[in-house]
């Protein structure tokens, strides 16, 4: 069974430091992970799903949006199978359920739409 988990969200107060986990499982990860492109999106309550940040399939490349840039680093763990997203100098407005998902393929992928796999989503609550 394929599987993206997330884990390490939580409640925490603005200006800390949370690392989430995606852990990457079953049929295609087992032996080919480093052939999927990596994603973290979030969605805030009443708010569309956003990209916070995508790596490519070595972990060569990668980027983040404007509004996380400089605290949130996306990365690849090969020998654990797992894409972490660290998250600092966290404020309020990063509240929101955040999602890895998986995309066959080696470039950076922005667009929702073309991942095809999803984890079931992980909330991250900011308090002032």
């Known amino acids: 069974q394929v599987q993206l988990v997330e884990s390490g969200g939580g409640s925490v107060q603005a200006g800390d430091s949370v690392t989430l986990s995606c852990a990457a499982s079953?049929?295609?990860?087992?032996?080919?992970?480093?052939?999927?492109?990596m994603g973290w999106f979030r969605q805030a309550q009443g708010k569309e799903r956003e990209l916070v940040a995508a790596?490519?399939?070595?972990?060569?490349?990668?980027i983040v949006v404007d509004s996380v840039k400089g605290r949130f680093t996306i990365s690849r763990d090969f020998a654990k199978n797992t894409s972490p997203l660290q998250m600092s100098s966290l404020k309020p407005e990063d509240t929101a359920v955040y999602y890895c998902?998986?995309?066959?393929?080696?470039?950076?992928?922005?667009?929702?739409?073309?991942?095809?796999?999803w984890g079931q989503g992980i909330p991250v609550t900011v308090s002032s």
């Open positions: 998902a998986a995309a066959l393929g080696d470039g950076l992928l922005t667009e929702s739409q073309f991942y095809h796999y």
């Open positions: 079953g049929g295609p990860f087992s032996s080919t992970f480093s052939r999927y492109r």
């Open positions: 790596i490519n399939w070595d972990g060569s490349r990668s």
